[in-house]
């Protein structure tokens, strides 16, 4: 038997990247999965990809009425709610300087990353409750643990992490668990677009030597990863086995946001 037999989970962003590595691994474990997806392209190639079990719902998840919307036509066509995982999420290349970043950027990053796990929650947090208990993966990065020179993600994700522990404790006796995974760099094809592949700092400078500083390889060797190291830790937090688990961040980043090491290069 699957760990997450019988289940049904709500996954943001998962036409591409983590998500979609996610939702597999929900299904294969007997869950259902309702993919939630701006693009209607991606969305419908997962559903396709995964089968009978999957529901893409097209879904601007900054927008409110189309959060809300995605979550009914979720319930309606597999009955209840489970696992709310708020995945969809990333940075800008714009998100520089705070003198220097247009105030638009700010909105749309703060909209993609923090508004759109607390619309989620709003809406599917009751359906949670009505299932008698569940668990909400949020998602942050390591970038939200330490100061980076990217404000505006960096915000947003710290967010994450504080806004975690508050619904962990908010919902503890509805049986809901909320925790977080903040990850490094994980090698979704967005990812090696844009470090390795066209106008990548690594396609421009493909040198061990840069390759070694963009990707810490040698400082901290397990800080970079393939989606399926993050689909893995989103099974377990999903699962039961993690039920003593609640209101923290799994820092998925190879010790990048834990310790300092000095290279002797
Ligand atoms: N990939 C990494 O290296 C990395 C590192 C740290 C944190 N993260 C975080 O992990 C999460 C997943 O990242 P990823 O790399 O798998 O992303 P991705 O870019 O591979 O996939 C994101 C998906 O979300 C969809 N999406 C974008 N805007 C949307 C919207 N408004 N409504 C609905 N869907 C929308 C995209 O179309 C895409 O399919 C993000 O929150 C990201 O910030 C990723």
Request: aromatic residues 6%; contains cysteine.
């Amino acid at each position: 038997m699957g760990r997450l037999e019988g289940r049904v989970a709500f996954l943001t962003g998962a036409g591409a990247g983590i998500a979609k590595a996610t939702a597999k691994a929900f299904v294969r474990e007997g869950a259902k999965v309702i993919i939630a997806e701006i693009s209607r392209e991606a969305g419908s190639q997962a559903e396709r990809e995964i089968g009978e079990h999957s529901l893409f719902v097209e879904t601007d998840v900054t927008s409110e009425e189309s959060v809300r919307y995605a979550i009914s036509a979720g319930v309606d066509r597999f009955g209840k709610l489970d696992v709310l995982m708020n995945c969809a999420g990333g940075s800008l290349q714009e998100d520089v300087p705070v003198h220097e970043m247009k105030l638009e950027i700010w909105h749309q990053t703060i909209a993609l990353n923090l508004l759109h796990p607390f619309l989620s929650c709003r809406y599917g947090i009751p359906h949670l409750i009505k299932a008698g208990g569940g668990s909400i993966i949020n998602f942050a990065s390591h970038l939200g643990m330490i100061g980076s020179e990217k404000p505006a993600y960096a915000a947003a994700k710290g967010g994450i992490v504080s806004f975690t522990k508050t619904l962990a404790a908010q919902y503890v006796d509805h049986g809901i668990r909320v925790n977080a995974i903040a990850p490094a760099i994980v090698r979704t094809e967005r990812s090696i677009q844009r470090w390795e592949t066209g106008n990548g700092i690594l396609a421009k400078d493909p040198s061990p030597a840069m390759r070694a500083r963009i990707l810490k390889q040698k400082l901290y060797p397990f800080s970079v990863g393939e989606p399926d190291d993050i689909a893995s830790i989103a099974v377990f937090l999903a699962s039961d086995e993690s039920r003593m688990i609640t209101g923290t961040t799994i820092a998925a980043d190879g010790g990048r946001s834990s310790y300092l090491k000095i290279s002797t290069d």
